[in-house]
């Protein structure tokens, strides 16, 4: 069965930092691009990083750019998101996401996680 | 990155047909054939339904249709049922120098 599991999140202090992680199995990991998309709780989706097959390119939204960084370990079969200086619009559930093609090359995400819940506030 | 433009809501009766409207610009929507559409039902997470326009992946129903004229694409739903009831969201490239990706705004489809 193809799965996405997410894990990492929780309640944190704005200015602080959390490290999410998204384990995969049934696919082979190392053949597709990996995201990062968020929803602010009875808000819409937003995107937020992706990861081609090889770490060989990488985007961001603009809302976290700087301040959060994407990497994924194939030989663990597993997707990373390094969060630093958060606030409080970065409240969210933050999904992983499977990209359908190995590049960021603006194809869909065809397999979800059930999402990791990020709280920021004081 | 200014999200997509949806429609907040449409609403149909069973049988009938719905288009959900998903509004970008030529630098996302109008450039490249890349929309995907997702749906997601309350508590759960968003579900792939058509990707690259209008192809539909294995299992989404020929009820779900992908279309695009310019910088605005289109979802249409034939033979609206009470479980297509949830919200939709378009999903386009916005850049492939910065690999950029824009959702939409969603769109609650309520069934009558």
């Known amino acids: 069965e193809v799965q996405l599991v997410e894990s990492g999140g929780g309640l944190v202090q704005p200015g602080r930092s959390l490290r999410l992680s998204c384990a995969a199995s049934g696919f082979t990991f190392d053949d597709y691009a990996m995201h990062w998309v968020r929803q602010a709780p009875g808000k819409g989706l937003e995107w937020v990083s992706g990861i081609s097959w090889n770490s060989g390119s990488i985007g961001y939204a603009d809302s976290v750019k700087g301040r959060f960084t994407i990497s994924r370990d194939n030989a663990k079969n597993s997707l990373y998101l390094q969060m630093n200086s958060l606030r409080a619009e970065d409240t969210a559930l933050y999904y992983c996401a499977k990209d359908n093609k190995q590049w960021l090359v603006g194809n869909a995400f065809d397999i979800w996680g059930q999402g990791t819940m990020v709280t920021v506030s004081s | 990155q200014s999200a997509l433009t949806q429609p907040a809501s449409v609403s149909g009766s069973p049988g009938q047909s719905i288009t959900i409207s998903c509004t970008g610009t030529?630098?996302?929507?109008?450039?490249?054939?890349?929309v995907s559409w997702y749906q997601q039902h309350p508590g759960k997470a968003p579900k792939l339904m058509i990707y690259e326009g209008s192809k539909r992946p294995s299992g989404v129903s020929n009820r779900f249709s992908g279309s695009k004229s310019g910088n605005t694409a289109s979802l249409t739903i034939s033979g609206l049922q009470a479980e297509d009831e949830a919200d939709y969201y378009c999903c386009s490239y916005a850049g492939s120098s910065t690999f950029d990706y824009v959702f939409g705004t969603g769109t609650k489809v309520t069934v009558l």
């Open positions: 030529s630098s996302d929507v109008g450039s490249y054939n890349l």
